[in-house]
């Protein structure tokens, strides 16, 4: 008989409970007041735009459009309803890099990385007055993110990483041991790093449906469930036919992220990996007294699988990250949501990180999927001979990046030379993924090593150095 420790017995009884379902969107939490469903498309459409996807990236591409002309006409497909993929169910953490991450960026476009992050924190400030503008009640909270080390070798590389934000005029403060403790009490925190500008909190699911009806408001017109089943080329317009009907426009912006449907080109150049989340209940007075976050930032830590974690409107205390899965052939199911021992292993970690709440239980635990490319940030393209703009490869920041991206698709679909389309980001594409099974053993033995560097005092082995060398390496 394998005997089972004191801590995995605490968290499988805290997990006891938890609903299998998506904490943001579920409909009996108070306040979550889920729109009714748009009817699907039926019968022949034109319009002037057609976007494709009721995410982040397809809401902003409407709305922006119609923001820039009042006047034209702009039809929204959605295969689900509005936010039920990625943009409903991930942290609601909205960063301003564009990049994954200042050090991801520098390392492959160090020449316009002054201007990527300058754009990025334009365009965090452009969704903070788009929700005020648009009256969206999403809990949006400019609280910065903490990040923490629990290793010592984490503190030397937050150090040069708070060295470099600062030389870019950022506002960034490194904190030793007892700081970071005082922002937050946990005694796993060995230092820190504080950036107050660059991270934004919000209910990611109120986002979605905010912007879903800012959209109606302004005119769009919205079809959900009507997957898009094929693409059309005609004379001067492009048709997407779904179950019921087509959409036939000159523009077409798409925005599926992990699902590409028939637009197969993206499947060269993005794998579908999962993410997995818990959600504890409410804290008490006592237990949030326990824990500090009087900042409310939101928290990672510094290890390559990292955890990320944040408090809710309500006080509960987000928690996910660590494992990301690959499933061979790039499997998208529904059985894939829920995966048992992440959740085990995601609990353990929780209790190890705050002692101090033995008692508190998870309500919610659910997973999904988040579009990844080689490079680990969103990438743009066209295709049906310009009539058509995507935006794919988020690599989990897509919350902010997607209203950059939006912005990208419209000004590539005008043929507009603007500040955003100008740099080599945007106007190159990542190193396409093998196809299977190198595929899947590429992954597999960069997720191991990666795991591996975490356990070396973040030593990098032969793989992760020779990825490093052809310009695929990743840290986070």
């Not at 499988?12 to 579920?26: E, V, Y």
């Not at 039809?75 to 953490?93: I, K, P």
């Not at 002054?114 to 788009?130: F, H, K, S, T």
């Amino acid at each position: 008989m394998i005997a089972v420790s004191a801590a995995a017995r605490r968290a499988a009884a805290a997990l006891a409970d938890a609903a299998p379902r998506i904490f943001w969107t579920d409909p009996d939490v108070p306040g979550h007041d889920v729109p009714e469903p748009a009817p699907p498309l039926s019968g022949r459409v034109r319009a002037d735009l057609a976007v494709v996807g009721g995410g982040f990236s397809g809401l902003w591409s409407a709305l922006i459009a119609k923001e820039r002309d009042p006047d034209r006409d702009v039809v929204l497909l959605e295969a689900r309803t509005v936010g039920w993929a990625a943009s409903g169910r991930n942290g609601g953490f909205c960063e301003a890099s564009l990049t994954h991450g200042y050090a991801n960026g520098a390392e492959r476009w160090p020449d316009e990385i002054v201007e990527l992050e300058r754009l990025g924190r334009q365009n965090l400030d452009r969704i903070a007055d788009a929700v005020e503008r648009h009256g969206i009640d999403c809990e949006f909270e400019r609280t910065g993110q903490l990040i923490l080390a629990t290793r010592d070798w984490h503190n030397a590389e937050l150090a040069e990483y708070g060295e470099q934000l600062r030389a870019l005029g950022h506002k960034a403060v490194n904190l030793d041991a007892d700081q970071a403790r005082a922002e937050v009490n946990s005694p796993t925190y060995l230092g820190g790093l504080y950036e107050p500008d660059g991270t934004a909190m919000l209910h990611p699911a109120k986002l979605a449906w905010g912007l879903r009806a800012a959209c109606l408001r302004l005119g769009v017109r919205i079809f959900e469930h009507s997957p898009v089943r094929s693409i059309r080329s005609e004379p001067v317009a492009v048709r997407l036919e779904t179950r019921g009907g087509s959409v036939s426009a000159p523009a077409v912006a798409w925005g599926t992220g992990a699902f590409p449907g028939p637009l197969r080109r993206i499947r060269r150049h993005v794998v579908p990996v999962y993410d997995y989340v818990l959600m504890t209940e409410p804290l008490t007075a006592d237990q949030k007294n326990a824990v500090g976050w009087k900042s409310r930032a939101g928290l990672s830590d510094a290890a390559n699988q990292f955890h990320y974690y944040r408090l809710t409107a309500d006080d509960r205390i987000l928690w996910g990250g660590y494992d990301v899965i690959y499933h061979y052939g790039g499997g998208i199911r529904p059985e894939y949501d829920q995966r048992s021992e992440t959740f085990q292993r995601l609990a353990e970690h929780f209790f190890e990180t705050f002692p101090q709440l033995p008692d508190v239980r998870f309500t919610h635990r659910w997973g999904g999927v988040i579009d990844t490319c080689s490079r680990f940030c969103a990438y743009f393209d066209t295709a049906y001979d310009g009539r058509l703009a995507y935006a794919a490869g988020y690599t989990g920041l897509g919350v902010g990046a997607t209203r950059f991206g939006a912005e990208v698709m419209l000004d590539t679909l005008a043929g507009a030379d603007t500040e955003l389309t100008r740099p080599e980001m945007v106007r190159t594409k990542p190193l396409p993924f093998p196809p299977e099974p190198l595929r899947f053993a590429g992954i597999e033995l960069t997720r191991r090593s990666i795991a591996a560097a975490d356990r070396n005092g973040g030593r990098r082995n032969l793989w992760l150095r020779g990825l490093d060398a052809v310009g695929l390496g990743f840290d986070s």
